[in-house]
């Protein structure tokens, strides 16, 4: 049939094996080769290979860009992109393992991606203003944590594809998710540096890449409320009170990473680069030392 509607067909079957009982596959099109009955390692890779590939969605490498632009240490960068993937793999790892599974929150998915447009208008304004890289720690934890949950509801039909080896797949996807982070921090980081170096310069390139994706993330943290509000209007008080006690001893570690962040001495902000607020500051300055 025509690949574009392929892509929209689903595989129903029912796989017998002999010394197991039958499961019940749900293929969508386009999937390619998946084993029905995956070694440890087939899982594994499988996995592996999905986690590399979520880390580079367009929304999640937009707030990657957000958030690195006005720093020059990609080290420091770099401590603060594994703090979102240990937080993000926490709760994929609490809810694959079936930690909301008597909560009804079907929402949670929606609450995720408005949650991550409203980081990136925050992030945004922070770097015209005075961004600080320590405080991001919380900003990026708490983003992990929220889209954490969100993944674990969205690939709960894909764990029909790691047969007896859950759990490998569940560590193999993390793994995927902390490689792919890494790259795509990198891509980013010499990208917008040789942007800044060779095009824009620093102070126009982090104006212009926080006013382009702050806009952009406005409307969709917009759009994404009315979708929130509509689905928790919906949702009986009693299911969203469950839902909330049991997300909230899994949103303990974003605080403790918060506070973590607070005492971090200030050296390791580094030097960010110049910022609107600053230059205007300085504007001002010299216009005031001009006129006396």
């Given at each position: 049939m025509a690949p574009e509607i392929g892509q929209?067909?689903?595989?129903?079957?029912?796989?017998?094996?002999?010394?197991?009982?039958?499961?019940?596959?749900?293929?969508?099109?386009?999937?390619?080769w998946v084993p029905l009955n995956p070694r440890w390692y087939e899982a594994g890779w499988l996995f592996a290979k999905a986690g590399f590939v979520d880390a580079f969605a367009f929304d999640r490498f937009v707030f990657l860009l957000c958030l690195i632009a006005p720093f020059q240490r990609f080290r420091s960068l770099l401590t603060v992109v594994m703090v979102f993937a240990a937080l993000q793999a926490l709760t994929l790892t609490a809810a694959a393992e079936g930690?909301?599974?008597?909560?009804?929150?079907?929402?949670?998915?929606?609450?995720?991606?408005?949650?991550?447009?409203?980081?990136?208008v925050l992030l945004a304004i922070g770097n015209l203003a005075v961004p600080n890289l320590r405080r991001r720690w919380f900003i990026a934890a708490a983003v992990g944590a929220l889209a954490g949950f969100g993944l674990g509801r969205l690939l709960s039909d894909a764990w029909?594809?790691?047969?007896?080896?859950?759990?490998?797949?569940?560590?193999?996807?993390?793994?995927?998710?902390?490689?792919?982070?890494?790259?795509?921090?990198?891509?980013?980081?010499?990208?917008?540096?040789?942007?800044?170096?060779?095009?824009?310069?620093?102070?126009?390139?982090?104006?212009v890449l926080?006013?382009?994706?702050?806009?952009a993330s406005w409307h969709q943290m917009i759009d994404g409320?009315?979708?929130?509000?509509?689905?928790?209007?919906?949702?009986?008080?009693?299911?969203?009170?469950?839902?909330?006690?049991?997300?909230?001893?899994?949103?303990?570690?974003?605080?403790?990473?918060?506070?973590?962040?607070?005492?971090?001495?200030?050296?390791?902000?580094?030097?960010?680069?110049?910022?609107l607020l600053r230059a205007l500051r300085g504007h001002n300055t010299d216009e005031g030392s001009a006129r006396a």
């Open positions: 929209r067909i689903k595989l129903r079957l029912e796989y017998l094996t002999p010394s197991a009982p039958a499961r019940m596959f749900e293929i969508p099109g386009g999937s390619g930690a909301l599974v008597d909560v009804e929150i079907a929402w949670l998915p929606v609450l995720s991606d408005t949650f991550l447009a409203a980081a990136v029909q594809f790691a047969g007896p080896h859950t759990l490998v797949a569940v560590v193999s996807f993390n793994v995927g998710v902390a490689i792919g982070e890494v790259v795509s921090l990198a891509i980013a980081f010499f990208a917008l540096r040789l942007i800044f170096a060779r095009v824009l310069g620093p102070l126009l390139g982090v104006l926080s006013a382009v994706v702050g806009h409320g009315r979708e929130l509000g509509r689905q928790l209007g919906q949702a009986p008080a009693a299911s969203l009170w469950s839902a909330l006690v049991v997300l909230t001893p899994w949103l303990v570690p974003v605080l403790l990473v918060g506070v973590l962040a607070y005492f971090l001495p200030r050296r390791f902000d580094g030097v960010p680069a110049p910022t």
